[in-house]
């Protein structure tokens, strides 16, 4: 483990000496996952959107993020610092070795499943790749399910370990957008959506079973941006789609407005500016994207969209229409892993029939 804070391309590299390995996660709530897996401290797509910077797991070590990369404010600093967990991968097979796997966290909706990474990606570099080798590696060899987000087309270099874990693992990559412009201009860093979705179909076509996050889609998406996007998802065979709308809160929503602003997306700004001022503007446009997903993916025989509403949304409903977003809420997603099934009947409810608008239902 190299302990040398250093640049590389305007990144400030070091060592995270946090000694945690696998947190329990609330992301059982989205029926992602029980546990999470971070391989680094920061990530180097610097993400407008990203909530992580407010969690807990940066917002309550700004001192050790000072002495060991020079942060100064972790929101506003983001993209810019990245600490590596070198030895992750032989304190968790420690880890596994020594512990019941009883006492893990098993949820209906997470499933016991352990994501990478839910605070970086984990194949942003070469350097994380090798540590994700690692961490995947002994996932399986205890037959733990794990599910793999990353935006790196890098992740193909790890082929073979995934067609040898067979359904004990799911790969995904974010593709909120095809339109790379608008995409680069709020995750700066990261690669364009294309290239995610060729790694992905590389992936499905040796035989890994695929996700997509459809998440945070962007206010001036239409039923044509949908259509476009599902069909090219239910390319990649059948695939389950976790999609959830942009939310206006926090530091990192006032940073997206100023991203699409400074990149000349003066609609998406005017949007994101009136949600922000409007929560029932919100409300309304994250009910109408919702349904408009749902009703466009019932073209797509296999597709799967699996959607999230956030729970000021629900609490902004009232009657049917709340005991829909509720069930959509508490809904388990259809995939199947080698050593879990859903305990609980996986449909989503459509919020409206055809035909239907939100607005009647509101």
């Known amino acids: 483990m190299d302990t040398e804070s250093a ?3 305007d990144i400030r590299v070091n060592t995270d000496p946090t000694k945690s390995v696998m947190s329990e996660s609330h992301l059982h709530t989205k029926s992602l996952c029980d546990h999470v897996i971070n391989v ?6 610097g993400c407008e959107f990203c909530y992580v910077p407010t969690t807990p797991a940066i917002d309550n070590r700004d001192e050790m993020l000072a002495d060991q990369a020079d ?7 983001w993209g810019s610092y990245l600490l590596y967990r070198d030895d992750l991968p032989e304190r968790l097979g420690r880890i596994l070795e020594d512990r019941d796997p009883s006492d893990r966290k098993h949820t209906d909706r997470g499933r016991g499943i352990v994501m990478l990474s839910s605070g970086t990606d984990c194949y942003q570099d070469r350097r994380t790749a090798q540590i994700t080798r690692g961490v995947v590696t002994e996932l399986v060899t205890h037959d733990i399910p794990a599910r793999i987000l990353t935006r790196s087309p890098a992740v193909v270099r790890d082929i073979d370990l995934f067609q040898e874990a067979g359904d004990c693992i799911t790969v995904g990559s974010s593709i909120p957008s095809f339109e790379a412009p608008l995409v680069s201009a709020i995750e700066p860093n990261a690669p364009p959506p294309m290239k995610r979705w ?3 179909d ?3 076509q040796a035989g890994v079973p695929v996700f997509v996050s459809l998440s945070p889609t962007y206010p001036t998406m239409d039923e044509d941006d949908f259509h476009e996007l599902l069909s090219y998802f239910r390319a990649l065979g059948e695939t389950i789609v976790f999609h959830e709308p942009i939310n206006p809160r926090g530091a990192n929503f006032q940073q997206c407005l100023e991203a699409a602003t400074d990149a000349g997306y003066d609609d998406v700004a005017a949007e994101l500016q009136r949600m922000r001022d409007d929560r029932q503007y919100w409300a309304e446009y ?7 997903v749902q009703q466009v993916a019932k073209r797509f025989n296999g597709l799967q969209v699996h959607s999230w509403p956030d729970n000021e949304l629900i609490r902004s409903t009232s009657g049917q229409l709340r005991s ?3 069930a959509m809420q508490q809904a388990v997603s259809a995939e199947s892993f080698a050593t879990t099934e859903p305990d609980t009947p996986p449909k989503q409810p459509v919020l409206a029939e055809s035909g239907e608008t ?3 239902l509101m």
């Open 198 to 200: 060729e790694a992905l």
């Open 286 to 292: 994250a009910l109408e994207q919702l349904n408009t």
């Open 358 to 360: 939100v607005q009647q």
């Open 324 to 326: 829909k977003l509720t």
């Open 7 to 9: 640049n590389q391309s």
């Open 202 to 204: 590389r992936l499905q």
């Open 71 to 77: 942060v100064d404010d972790p929101q506003a600093d």
């Open 40 to 45: 680094a401290t920061g990530c180097r797509h």
